[in-house]
T-cell receptor, first 113, second 115 residues
Framework: GEDVEQSLFLSVREGDSSVINCTYT??????LYWYKQEPGAGLQLLTY?????DMKQDQRLTVLLNKKDKHLSLRIADTQTGDSAIYFC?????????????FGKGTHLIIQP | NAGVTQTPKFRILKIGQSMTLQCAQD?????MYWYRQDPGMGLKLIYY???????DKGEVPNGYNVSRSTTEDFPLRLELAAPSQTSVYFC??????????????FGPGTRLTVT
């Protein structure tokens, strides 16, 4: 099975909060990341969390990490049309950068007016 | 800084043809990566490099080759293109500082179709 799992679609109304969920399988993950991909573009790092943290807040973004359940979430407050994109959860298992990242399939965030 | 650049943006190949996807970065990063993204899927690591002259296989290396003769450039070579290699290819780089959060910077991607 997949190492990192996400639901494929999330639809929210403009102004509401969006919560995108992710589960991972490797308990030795050191960093967990959220990347954003807009149509026709590459991936852009949104935020990350180190595995010894359980929450990180950055303006409209809140990341929650439950290490026991291997569950990561990204909350976007006051969702706007510019937030429409695919959001990828990713994990790095080793301490260095050489192994690359393991990505989920991505969650399409759809904003309804 | 231009960041990570990739050429071409789009390419259509016939089965059996060869081509090289170019990737360059101007951030003096040690680490560089090639990923492929198939429709509805996450990114899969093809090859990576930790410095000039050093490359290693990722999760899906079959059908590809890489080289890293300079810090800046990391080309990806397809020798005998197959329809299964139809995908979007992303190059990325990172500084490689193991004990800090090592952000990967991505290029805009190359969309390749093999028919």
């Amino acid at each position: 099975g997949e190492d990192v799992e996400q639901s494929l679609f999330l639809s929210v109304r403009e102004g509401d909060s969006s919560v995108i969920n992710c589960t991972y399988t490797d308990s030795s993950s050191t960093y967990l990341y959220w990347y954003k991909q807009e149509p026709g573009a590459g991936l852009q790092l949104l935020t990350y969390i180190f595995s010894n943290m359980d929450m990180k807040q950055d303006q409209r973004l809140t990341v929650l990490l439950n290490k026991k359940d291997k569950h990561l979430s990204l909350r976007i407050a006051d969702t706007q049309t510019g937030d429409s994109a695919i959001y990828f959860c990713a994990e790095r298992i080793s301490g260095g950068g050489a192994d690359g990242l393991t990505f989920g399939k991505g969650t399409h965030l759809i904003i309804q007016p | 800084n231009a960041g990570v650049t990739q050429t071409p943006k789009f390419r259509i190949l016939k089965i059996g043809q060869s081509m090289t996807l170019q990737c360059a970065q101007d951030m003096n990063h040690n680490y560089m990566y090639w990923y492929r993204q198939d429709p509805g899927m996450g990114l899969k690591l093809i090859y990576y490099s930790v410095g000039a002259g050093i490359t290693d296989k990722g999760e899906v290396p079959n059908g590809y080759n890489v080289s890293r003769s300079t810090t800046e450039d990391f080309p990806l070579r397809l020798e005998l293109a197959a329809p299964s290699q139809t995908s979007v290819y992303f190059c990325a780089s990172s500084s490689g500082q193991s004990y800090l959060m090592d952000e990967q910077y991505f290029g805009p991607g190359t969309r390749l179709t093999v028919t």
